[in-house]
Each structure stands twice: as C-alpha cells, then as structure tokens.
C-alpha cells in the first residue's frame, strides 16, 4: 500500500512535469492529482520537493527506455518508428499539451542535483537507442550518432508541435528521421 502511494505520487508528478513543467508541479498539484494524503509527502519524499521530482525524472527515464524494449532485436528503421511512436503517442493522447517530463526539468531547473537526474535518462537513452541501433545494422558511431539526433529531433518536434498545438511539426521532423534512418541503411547494406 505504501508503495503504491509512492508510485502514484511519482506518477503524478511525472504527468505534472509533461503538461505545466517544473514551476507548476508543487507539491499540493501532486497530491490534488493522485488523492495521496498529505501525511504521504514527507513519509515518502523526506528530501522535499527536489526528491520528488528526481524520482518522476527517473521513471520518465524507465518508462520510454522500457517501451523500446520491443523492437530490440529489430531493424535500425524499427528502432526509429518505435521511438517517434512513443513520443507521438504523448502528443496525441494529450491533444499536444504534454511534452517530455525530463526536458521541462532540464530548461527550468538551477538544481545540480536535479540536473544529474536529467543528465543520467538522456545518457541511457541515448546508450539504449545507439544499442538498439546497432542491433538494427549501424555502425557503432552511425548509431550514436543516430541516437543523439533522434533524441534532440525528437524533443525539438514536441515542443514546437505543443506550441503549434498540431502533430504537423512533429510529423514532418518523424519523416525525415525516418528518410534519415533508410538512407545510412541502404548505405550499410550497399556497402
């Protein structure tokens, strides 16, 4: 049971974090999202508020790293159909009114703490992409290359989609990651 109010409180800060950013996600809007009693907070999260929002930077991390799980073994394409699909699905489902729990920490906080956080998921993301990549047929250094551009495309298309209030920003950027991918494919297999 304790656990699970922990997980809701982290939950909910996360989903916080994606739709109002750093400043908007006080301790009060996570307890009126989740219904977790106030007694909870300090129970929970003895560091305060910079505890809490580490750990939903945390699962933000865990959670898209856990959903490209399923093209592991894949295709370098797949690889990169999978990921705009996570992020597309966060526009859409949110009528592109979220966006990416650990960029809104990284642009609004001055916490070093916070920002190592930030820094460790982008980090693994980046490892796990350039992994998967490499399993889909790229070069190691085509991978992490790949890897880092499709994380800084696809943070850049979110944001300019929730300003745009339309996945068309989003879209175009997907397509050319997507013509991006099949073009170092084709050189890999011409070569």
């Known amino acids: 049971m304790a656990g699970e109010v922990r997980k809701r409180m982290v939950d ?17 809007e996570v307890l009126a999202a ?8 300090y129970h929970h999260f003895p560091g305060g508020k910079d505890q809490l929002i580490g750990a939903a930077v ?28 996570i992020w597309r699905i966060v526009l859409t489902r949110s009528q592109c009114e ?3 729990a650990v960029l809104a920490v990284t ?5 070093a703490e916070l920002l190592s956080h930030a ?3 982008f980090r ?11 399993q889909g047929g790229l070069s190691p250094a085509q991978a992490l290359r790949l890897a880092t551009v499709l994380i800084a495309s696809a943070e850049g ?14 879209e175009v950027v997907a397509q050319q990651l997507l013509e991006q991918v099949r073009a170092i494919d084709m050189r890999a297999t011409a070569g």
């Open 119 to 121: 820094t460790v998921v």
């Open 12 to 28: 909910g800060a996360m989903a916080l974090l994606a739709r109002r950013g750093l400043q908007s996600t006080s301790f009060s």
């Open 34 to 41: 989740t219904g977790a009693p106030r007694g909870s907070l």
């Open 157 to 170: 298309a979110v944001v300019l989609s929730r300003a745009d209030k339309s996945l068309e920003p989003f």
């Open 98 to 100: 979220a966006g990416c």
């Open 58 to 85: 945390d699962q933000a991390g865990a959670v898209l790293t856990d959903a490209l799980e399923t093209v592991a073994g894949g295709t370098a394409e797949a690889v990169v159909e999978r990921f705009l699909a």
């Open 124 to 134: 693994a993301w980046r490892s796990r992409l350039a992994d998967l990549l490499e």
């Open 107 to 111: 642009v609004a906080s001055g916490s």
